[in-house]
Structures are given as structure tokens and as C-alpha cells.
């Protein structure tokens, strides 16, 4: 496989808190882009989607924003509860087909 | 709706073996992905199908190889096991396969021993 061996990046935020989670995708051709959240033992979850013809998008306590001249994600979560803790993942679609390609995730510890 | 489904939960093979793991897609889904987690990494992609025929794969060997059935739901073959090729499974459905977003079921465990 392509896997490098990376120390996945934490974050750990306050419950209560914001919390902001970014991700720096690799193809300025991609178009589409999902933000999921793993739990431990389970697949991942969709949390929010955008396309590259927004720069946000809002969800129930979640924000997605989309810089493509920089090509940065991020996400936002707003006033952060424990049941948040979790890894998250930004995926990128290229064009090319549904085809998705996953970041190294970021792990959420959120502090009661 | 039953979301999509995959066996076994958990596989425990030795080197050089042979591991065959299945999915079932969401129904009304058609196309199913394969995903490669290693502990603590990110999803690397392993093999999309579609329609019953293979539509792309990721960077891995010949020995990973798949199948899609008439009802839409796939097998992952690897072959002449190896220790690095322990790690989490997962399988994914949409229900086109432009633009739409991935459903995931829990994955398969597999361990090389």
C-alpha cells in the first residue's frame, strides 16, 4: 500500500469548547470533500459534506470550511461534548470517478 | 434499513494463507469499495467496484484482489498472507458513483500471525 507511518496528530479540547480540526488535501482537482468521524472498533461515520463551488457549509453544531487556493478543510464543532471524542477524517474525491482519498486523521480527545 | 454489513468480524490467519473477507452493500447500493486501515493510519484504498465489474484499485499488490456478485455484494481475496497486511477492512457502498458520499460498515479485523 501507499500507508506512510505517521504519529496521527491529537487534539484535546475542553468539554464545552470549540473545536477545530484541519486538513490540507492533496489534489486542487478534487471536488467533493467529506469529513467523517470513527469511533473505536467501528467504520467511519458521515458527519458533513461540501463542494468545491462553496467555501461553507453548516450542519447541526458541525461547520465545514473549504479554502481551495490553499487547499485546506477544516472542521468546527461547536461546544464539544465527550461523546465528540473520536478520530476524524477528511476525504477528498478526484475527479476521477467516485474515487475517495482519506487524510491521516486527527484524534479528539474531548475533557470532561 | 440495514446498513452495510461485513463477515467475519474478526480473522485470524498465519502467513502465507489466504483471507477472504465479504461485504454486503446498503440495498439499492451498486458500487463497493474496499479500504485498507493499518493501526493507527489512515484509509488507504484498495479496490472499487461497480456493477459488478472492478472500476479501479490502489496502490497494492495482485495477491489483493476482489469480486463483485449480481446482488452487489463483494468478496476481498488476499493471498500468500503477510505480517503487514494485518489491519482493519473496511467496505464501503454509494449509490452512484459520482459525487456521492461513502456508507461504511464496522470492518473486518484481520490478523496475520
Known amino acids: 500500500g501507499e500507508s506512510v507511518g505517521l504519529h496521527l496528530p491529537t487534539l484535546s479540547v475542553q468539554e464545552g469548547d470549540n473545536s477545530i480540526i484541519n486538513c490540507a488535501y492533496s489534489?486542487?482537482?478534487?471536488?467533493?470533500f467529506i469529513w467523517y468521524k470513527q469511533e473505536s472498533g467501528k467504520g467511519p461515520q458521515f458527519i458533513i459534506d461540501?463542494?468545491?463551488?462553496?467555501d461553507k457549509r453548516q450542519g447541526q453544531r458541525v461547520t465545514v470550511l473549504l479554502n481551495k487556493t490553499v487547499k485546506h478543510l477544516s472542521l468546527q464543532i461547536a461546544a464539544t461534548q465527550p461523546g465528540d471524542s473520536a478520530v476524524y477524517f477528511c476525504?477528498?474525491?478526484?475527479?476521477?470517478?467516485?474515487?475517495?482519498?482519506f487524510g491521516t486523521g486527527t484524534s479528539l480527545t474531548v475533557i470532561p | 434499513e440495514a446498513g452495510v454489513t461485513q463477515s467475519p468480524t474478526h480473522l485470524i490467519k498465519t502467513r502465507g494463507q489466504q483471507a477472504t473477507l465479504r461485504c454486503s452493500p446498503i440495498s439499492g447500493h451498486t458500487s463497493v469499495y474496499w479500504y485498507q486501515q493499518a493501526l493507527g493510519l489512515g484509509l488507504q484504498f484498495l479496490l472499487w467496484y461497480d456493477e459488478g465489474e472492478e472500476r479501479n484499485r490502489g496502490n497494492f499488490p495482485p495477491r489483493f484482489s476482489g469480486r463483485q456478485f449480481p446482488n452487489y455484494s463483494s468478496e476481498l481475496n488476499v493471498n500468500a498472507l503477510e505480517l503487514e497486511d494485518s489491519a482493519l477492512y473496511l467496505c464501503?457502498?454509494?449509490?452512484?458513483?459520482?459525487?456521492?458520499?461513502?456508507?461504511f460498515g464496522s470492518g473486518t479485523q484481520l490478523s496475520v500471525l
Open positions: 489534489n486542487s482537482a478534487s471536488d467533493y
Open positions: 461540501i463542494r468545491s463551488n462553496m
Open positions: 476525504a477528498e474525491n478526484w475527479s476521477t470517478g467516485n474515487q475517495f482519498y
Open positions: 464501503a457502498s454509494t449509490a452512484g458513483w459520482r459525487d456521492e458520499k461513502l456508507f
